[in-house]
C-alpha cells in the first residue's frame, strides 16, 4: 500500500543510550550523591567521637551543681555518688516525670536529694534544680538553670542573695511570698519590683515539695 | 512665613484683585509652630504648678534636668545635621516638660537626662526634625529608660519610704490596685495627693490644662473625647464584671496618667492623624489599648505604651479617613 | 565576563568596602541576636570564619563539576557539614557559649554571607582567592559583630567580655542588651558608616 501522506507530523527523535544514560537523574546528581556520602561519612565521624562528650557536658552541667545545693558552698568538694531516679508522680489523672538524683557520701550515707523542677515564669519558663535532706523535710538549696525574666528585675531570681532564702527552709508548710521583709519561717521576700517573678519560682519549688515529699525514701 | 512673603510680593496696584495662592492656606498668620508651643506651655501650667506643690523639690529637680537635657540635645543634634538652632519654636521645652511630668520625681538624675536625648535624638531629629516625626517624643525618651532602668521606673521606682513627703512613701495608687486591691479616694486621686508621675497625680489640673487646649484648638477635641468614652465604657464593663473591687469608671478615669495623656501626650498635632474622623479613631485606639494593657498587662498603668502604638498606626489612619472631595465617585 | 577580583583585592573589600554587614546588609538575624555581648558574638565570629573557609574552599575546589542546576544544592550541602561540625565541636568544647547561643549556629547554614561568597566568588575563582575571600569577608563580618557588641555590652552591663570597664556605680541600660538595643545600635552605627563614607 502507497503512503498517501507522505508528510507525517514529526516525532521525537527516540533518544540513544548514551544521551538518556546522560539524562538520568543518578548522573546529573552524581556529585550531590558523592558529596553526601563524603560529608555523610564526616559528620557521622564527627558524631561518634563527640557525642560522648556533649552527653557529658549536659549531664555535668546538672551535676556540678549538686554538692553545692546539698551541702552548701563551704563543702561543695566533697566528692558524692549520683544515681539518676525517675519519679512519677499521679497529678488530677495525667502523669508528671520527675528527674531525681540520689546523693550519697563515699561511706553510703545519704546526704540527699536533688531534683529537676520546672514551671511557668512570668516570661518564660523557668528552670531549677531543688535541693532536699535525706529525709525531705528540708530545702537545702536552689539554683536557676534557665529563665527569660526581664533583664534588671525579675533576672535577679539567679543572684545568689536571693536563692539562699531557700536554704534551710521546712517543707511541711507551704512557702508563701512576701514584701518588705520577712517576718515568719515559711515566707520568702519578694524581690523589688519583680513579685510575679519570686512568686513563680517560689510555686514551682511548692509544687515540687509537694509531689515529692513522701516518696523520696532513702 | 512662606504665606507672607507671597502676600508681601504682590504689587500694590493689584490690591483690588483676589489674590490666589498655591495650598496651604493657612487663614491664620498666627498660627504658628511657635504659639501652638507656647499654649502648651500655658495649658502644662496647672500641671506643672500641682506637680511643684505635691513633690515640690523632686519636681523642680526633675524639670531643670529635663528642660535643660532636651535644650541641650535639640542645639547638638540640629547643629550636627547641619541645620539652624530650633529653640525658639518652644518645641524642645514642651517635649522636656511633658517628659519631667510623666516620669517619677524620684528618679535618678540620669534617667531625665538619658531620657530627653533619647527623646529629641532618635525621636525627633532622626526622622528629619520637628513635623517629620512618626512617635511622641516624650514617650519615646521615657520608653527608652522605661525599659532600661526598669527597677527606676517600674512600680516600686515611685516608692521612696524614707521621703519627707508623704505621697511619695505610698505605692500609686494603680498598682496598690494591681496589686493588693487597695482603692484610692476618689477625691485623692481628683485632687491630686497621691504618688504617681509628676503631672499625672491630679485630675483637675489636667483637665483645665486640657480645656485651655481644647479651645485655643491647639488641641483637638475628638482625641481626649475619643479616650475618655471609649475608657468609661471598658471601665463600666469592667465594673459590672466585678463589682467588688470597688475601682469605678472615675478611678479609672481620674487615676494614672488617662487624662494627662489624653490632654497632653495624644493630642501632639505632629503624631495623631489629620482629619476630625481619624482623630476620633486614634482617641479610641488609645482609650482601649490603655484599658487593655491595665486590666490585662503586667504593667499598671498603659498610657505611654497606647499613645506609642497609635502613633504607629496614624499613617493607615490618615489613608482611611481621607475626606472625599463633594461629587467625587463613591 | 568582566574581570574578576584578585585574592588580595576580595581580602580587602570584604574587610571594609564590602562589609557583609554594614555594606551588603547581609546576616542580618544573628547579628541582632547575638550582639549582647562580646563573647558570644566573637564565637559567632568564629564559627563564621570556620564554615566560611571550609565551604569557600570545598566549592572553588569543585567548581569545574558544578552543573548550573544543581549548584545551589551543593552549596547547602557543603554549609551544612560545616556548620553541623561547628556546633557540635562548640557543644562538645564550649558548651556555656553554646548554650548560650542556642539557635543561631545551626542557623548559620541559612546565613545568606556564606551562601553569596560561594556564588559570588568560590565558585568562580580559584581556592587561594575563595580562600582570602572567605577571610575578608569573615574578618569584616567580626569587625561589625564586635562593634555592635562592644557598644551593646559596655552601656548595658558596664563590661566588655565580662571584665568591669565602668564604675560599679553605672547604672546598667537593660535595653541595651535586649532586642531594641540591638536594632537601635545596629541602626545607628550603620548610619554613621554611610555618614562617614560619605563625607570621604
Same mark, same amino acid.
Given at each position: 500500500m502507497v503512503d498517501m501522506n507522505p508528510l507525517k507530523p514529526l516525532q521525537p527523535m527516540p533518544l540513544s543510550m548514551m544521551q538518556y544514560f546522560r539524562e538520568s537523574y543518578i548522573v546529573q546528581g552524581w556529585l550531590v550523591l558523592m558529596l553526601c556520602f563524603f560529608f555523610g561519612g564526616t559528620l557521622s565521624g564527627v558524631q561518634l567521637k563527640l557525642n560522648p562528650i556533649i552527653e557529658e557536658n549536659k549531664a555535668n552541667e546538672t551535676k556540678q551543681r549538686i554538692p553545692e545545693l546539698l551541702l552548701?558552698?563551704?563543702?561543695?568538694q566533697q566528692p558524692l555518688d549520683l544515681k539518676l531516679h525517675t519519679i512519677e508522680v499521679e497529678k488530677k489523672g495525667r502523669k508528671v516525670f520527675y528527674n531525681v538524683y540520689e546523693a550519697r557520701f563515699a561511706d553510703g550515707k545519704l546526704a540527699g536529694w536533688v531534683t529537676k523542677a520546672v514551671g511557668q515564669g512570668y516570661a518564660d519558663r523557668i528552670e531549677l534544680l531543688l535541693g532536699l535532706d535525706p529525709n525531705a523535710e528540708k530545702i537545702t538549696g536552689v539554683f536557676i538553670l534557665d529563665q527569660k525574666e526581664?533583664?534588671?528585675?525579675?533576672? =535577679?531570681?539567679?543572684?545568689e542573695k536571693w536563692r539562699?532564702?531557700?536554704? *534551710? =527552709?521546712?517543707?511541711k508548710q507551704l512557702l508563701t511570698v512576701v514584701k518588705g *521583709?520577712?517576718?515568719?519561717?515559711?515566707q520568702i521576700d519578694a524581690i523589688s519590683g519583680a513579685t510575679i517573678s519570686s512568686k513563680s519560682v517560689t510555686a514551682i519549688i511548692n509544687t515540687a515539695v509537694n509531689d515529692l515529699k513522701g516518696k523520696l525514701r532513702g | 512665613m512662606e504665606n507672607k512673603q507671597q502676600t508681601d510680593s504682590?504689587?500694590?496696584?493689584?490690591?483690588s484683585v483676589i489674590h490666589v495662592a498655591p495650598?496651604?492656606?493657612?487663614?491664620?498668620?498666627?498660627?504658628?509652630t511657635q504659639r501652638m508651643m507656647m499654649d502648651v506651655l500655658i495649658a502644662l501650667a496647672p500641671v506643672v504648678g500641682m506637680a511643684l506643690y505635691v513633690f515640690q523639690w523632686y519636681a523642680v529637680h526633675q524639670l531643670v534636668i529635663c528642660v535643660a537635657s532636651c535644650f541641650a540635645a535639640e542645639s547638638l543634634f540640629t547643629t550636627m545635621r547641619g541645620?539652624?538652632?530650633?529653640?525658639?519654636?518652644y518645641s524642645a521645652a514642651v517635649t522636656g516638660v511633658i517628659l519631667a511630668m510623666s516620669l517619677?520625681?524620684?528618679?535618678?538624675w540620669y534617667v531625665g537626662v538619658i531620657a530627653s536625648f533619647v527623646a529629641i535624638g532618635i525621636g525627633k531629629v532622626i526622622f528629619g526634625g520637628i513635623g517629620m516625626n512618626i512617635f511622641n517624643p516624650a514617650m519615646v525618651g521615657r520608653a527608652f529608660v522605661m525599659i532600661a532602668f526598669a527597677s527606676a521606673?517600674?512600680?516600686?521606682?515611685?516608692?521612696?519610704?524614707?521621703?519627707?513627703?508623704d505621697a511619695i512613701t505610698q505605692a500609686t495608687p494603680l498598682t496598690a490596685f494591681k496589686q493588693n486591691g487597695i482603692v484610692a479616694p476618689l477625691a485623692d486621686l481628683f485632687w491630686g495627693s497621691?504618688?504617681?508621675?509628676l503631672g499625672e497625680t491630679s485630675a483637675l489640673a489636667c483637665i483645665i490644662g486640657g480645656l485651655y487646649l481644647c479651645i485655643r484648638r491647639t488641641a483637638s477635641w475628638e482625641i481626649p473625647a475619643g479616650v475618655i468614652l471609649i475608657s468609661a465604657v471598658i471601665g463600666e464593663i469592667q465594673c459590672l464584671v466585678n463589682?467588688?473591687?470597688?475601682?469605678t469608671v472615675l478611678h479609672h478615669l481620674c487615676g494614672g496618667a488617662l487624662l494627662f495623656g489624653a490632654f497632653?501626650?495624644?493630642?501632639d498635632p505632629v503624631t495623631s492623624p489629620l482629619t476630625p474622623k481619624g482623630k476620633f479613631i486614634f482617641g479610641i485606639g488609645v482609650g482601649a489599648f490603655i484599658m487593655l494593657l491595665r486590666l490585662?498587662?503586667?504593667?499598671?498603668?498603659?498610657v505611654m505604651f497606647a499613645v506609642l502604638l497609635m502613633n504607629g498606626v496614624t499613617p493607615l489612619i490618615n489613608r482611611w479617613t481621607i475626606p472625599r472631595p463633594l461629587g467625587s465617585a463613591k | 565576563m568582566a574581570e574578576q577580583p584578585t585574592a588580595s583585592e576580595r581580602f580587602i573589600q570584604g574587610?571594609?568596602?564590602?562589609?557583609?554587614?554594614?555594606?551588603?546588609?547581609?546576616?542580618l538575624c544573628p547579628t541582632l541576636a547575638?550582639?549582647?555581648?562580646m563573647k558570644p558574638a566573637m564565637t559567632m565570629a568564629g564559627a563564621v570564619l570556620f564554615v566560611l573557609v571550609c565551604s569557600n574552599i570545598i566549592t572553588s575546589l569543585i567548581r569545574g563539576l558544578l552543573k548550573p542546576h544543581l549548584r545551589i544544592i551543593v552549596f547547602t550541602l557543603t554549609i551544612a557539614t560545616f556548620v553541623t561540625i561547628a556546633d557540635r565541636f562548640l557543644a562538645a568544647f564550649m558548651y556555656d557559649m553554646s548554650k548560650a547561643l542556642g539557635p543561631y549556629i545551626p542557623l548559620i547554614i541559612v546565613n545568606c554571607i556564606i551562601i553569596c561568597r560561594c556564588e559570588v566568588c568560590a565558585s568562580k575563582q580559584g581556592v587561594f582567592t575563595a580562600a582570602s575571600d572567605a577571610v575578608g569577608q569573615s574578618l569584616g563580618y567580626a569587625l561589625a559583630l564586635s562593634s555592635i557588641a562592644i557598644v551593646r555590652e559596655v552601656l548595658g552591663t558596664g563590661m566588655i567580655f565580662g571584665y568591669r570597664?565602668?564604675?560599679?556605680?553605672w547604672p546598667d541600660w537593660s535595653i541595651m542588651i535586649l532586642p531594641p538595643g540591638a536594632f537601635l545600635t545596629l541602626g545607628l552605627l550603620m548610619g554613621t558608616v554611610n555618614w562617614f563614607s560619605e563625607r570621604k
Open positions: 552548701g558552698p563551704s563543702e561543695a526581664t533583664p534588671g528585675l525579675g533576672n =535577679k531570681i539567679v543572684t539562699s532564702q531557700f536554704a *534551710g =527552709k521546712e517543707t *521583709g520577712v517576718k515568719a519561717d515559711h | 504682590v504689587p500694590a496696584e493689584a490690591g495650598s496651604p492656606h493657612l487663614s491664620d498668620t498666627a498660627l504658628t541645620k539652624p538652632i530650633t529653640l525658639k519654636d517619677p520625681g524620684t528618679a535618678p521606673l517600674g512600680a516600686t521606682g515611685y516608692e521612696d519610704a524614707l521621703s519627707k513627703i497621691t504618688n504617681g508621675s463589682p467588688q473591687a470597688g475601682w497632653f501626650i495624644a493630642t490585662f498587662s503586667g504593667y499598671p498603668e498603659g | 574587610i571594609l568596602p564590602e562589609n557583609p554587614v554594614y555594606r551588603q546588609v547581609l546576616g547575638v550582639t549582647n555581648g570597664v565602668l564604675p560599679e556605680a
